[in-house]
């Protein structure tokens, strides 16, 4: 079982940047897809970006040219480069690990965009 934690997460004036990590323990990571997802209150949550195992990375189209999904196995770490951003980035964004048929999630952190 993987245990995912993500960092990075703050404020940032519109057109900023930042980078999002997502450190796993308790398991290897090479073996499992793992995923950007965000989330605001009232809505459901997204996906943003991910990487399988293999290294096919898929992004959603509102941040396809502004953000990218890196992975680091040795490391056992997830990242995502988040330039350009706008205020609609703004949400609580969480790490995904998958194994089918499981998923693992950790606790998000919070991207604010504002001037």
């Known amino acids: 079982q993987v245990q995912l934690v993500e960092s990075g997460g703050g404020l940032v004036q519109p057109g900023g940047s930042l980078r999002l990590s997502c450190a796993a323990s308790?398991?290897?990571?090479?073996?499992?897809?793992m995923g950007w997802y965000r989330q605001i209150p009232g809505k459901q949550r997204e996906l943003v970006a991910r990487?399988?195992?293999?290294?096919?990375?898929t992004y959603a189209d509102s941040v396809k040219g502004r953000f990218t999904i890196s992975r680091d196995n040795a490391k056992n770490m997830v990242y995502l480069q988040m330039n350009s951003l706008n205020p609609e980035d703004t949400a609580v964004y969480y790490c995904?690990?998958?194994?089918?048929?499981?998923?693992?999630w950790g606790r998000g952190t919070l991207v604010t965009v504002s001037s």
């Open positions: 990487i399988t195992a293999a290294g096919s990375i």
């Open positions: 308790g398991s290897g990571i090479s073996i499992y897809h």
């Open positions: 995904k690990a998958t194994l089918t048929p499981r998923d693992y």
